[in-house]
């Protein structure tokens, strides 16, 4: 199954006091790259969102925004990370005892100094709202890619069609380029004036015609044809293998123009280049 490398995806999930929304937008891009772009105050749980976006995606650019809110009618009185709270006290009695101060630190000395913070919700504690928020998204996306994947694989397989056409006019054009040259060859002769064996005119005729032969170019371009169709049935990522056999597909055709002496194979040369130019462009777009 053809998959496209563009896709956007949403997922909502409230739950246990908190509501977590993820979104995930994929573009196109050489290799897989993740990018959350929200929690840098929670990088634990940014990690294990980066590795379960990771397992999803083979290619692309991944771009990911988690919200995490919690629900009003679910809000708690404000605990206070104790701990943040001891250390400064500590540290205001050690400063009066220094000092010497006529008196201990007292409770608008905490709140003045900043002591008092909200205790921080763990990566543990939201994860079970936020992972499930994610998959939704990833699979909203992944299904995107999947219909796009679609249209691009009817895309592909109608481009190699052409090609395979194009090539079946160049061997069906073969046998008349040798006969041509047979006649050129024999022109010359007569305009020379000249006595010529027909074995020996015949063996210059094979000369040229080993010149200028193009069936080796000719198959390979069948078994790259082939084997781009056979690709485009298989699931996976296969946009890499596509990108490198549109390579080698404009390689062999670009040999075949250089070594056609015949201006109708050169005409399909040059459709055929058009038609690979149009492959490789869609192709950028596969997972």
């Not at 190699?160 to 061997?171: R, S």
Request: hydrophobic share 45%; with cysteine; proline share 3%.
């Amino acid at each position: 199954m053809v998959r496209s490398m563009t896709g956007f995806g949403i997922g909502t999930l409230t739950e246990g006091g908190w509501r977590a929304e993820a979104t995930i937008r994929t573009l196109n891009h050489r290799y897989l790259s993740v990018h959350v772009r929200t929690l840098r105050d929670r990088p634990q749980l940014q990690m294990r969102l980066e590795e379960a976006v990771k397992q999803a995606f083979h290619r692309g650019e991944i771009d990911v925004w988690i919200a995490i809110d919690r629900q009003e009618d679910a809000m708690e009185p404000c605990h206070f990370d104790r701990k943040v709270v001891g250390d400064n006290l500590t540290e205001l009695r050690h400063i009066a005892s220094e000092l010497s101060l006529p008196s201990p630190p007292t409770l608008g000395d905490l709140i003045q100094v900043g002591a008092f913070q909200e205790a921080s919700t763990l990566a543990e504690d939201l994860w079970p709202v936020v992972e499930p928020a994610l998959q939704m998204a990833i699979e909203a996306a992944c299904a995107a890619r999947a219909k796009e994947g679609t249209l691009l694989a009817q895309e592909l397989e109608g481009i190699l069609e052409e090609l395979t056409l194009l090539l079946i006019k160049v061997k069906e054009r073969l046998p008349e380029v040798i006969e041509k040259l047979r006649t050129r060859l024999q022109e010359r002769v007569a305009a020379l004036n000249v006595e010529v064996e027909p074995n020996r005119l015949e063996m210059e005729v094979v000369l040229l015609a080993e010149r200028f032969d193009v069936r080796e170019e000719v198959t390979r371009l069948e078994a790259h044809l082939s084997r781009a169709k056979a690709l485009l049935e298989t699931d996976g990522a296969i946009g890499k293998r596509l990108n490198f056999l549109s390579q080698e597909l404009l390689r062999e055709v670009n040999t075949l123009g250089a070594k056609s002496r015949d201006l109708d194979i050169n005409s399909l040369v040059i459709d055929m280049k058009m038609a690979i130019e149009r492959f490789k462009e869609q192709v950028q777009n596969v997972e």
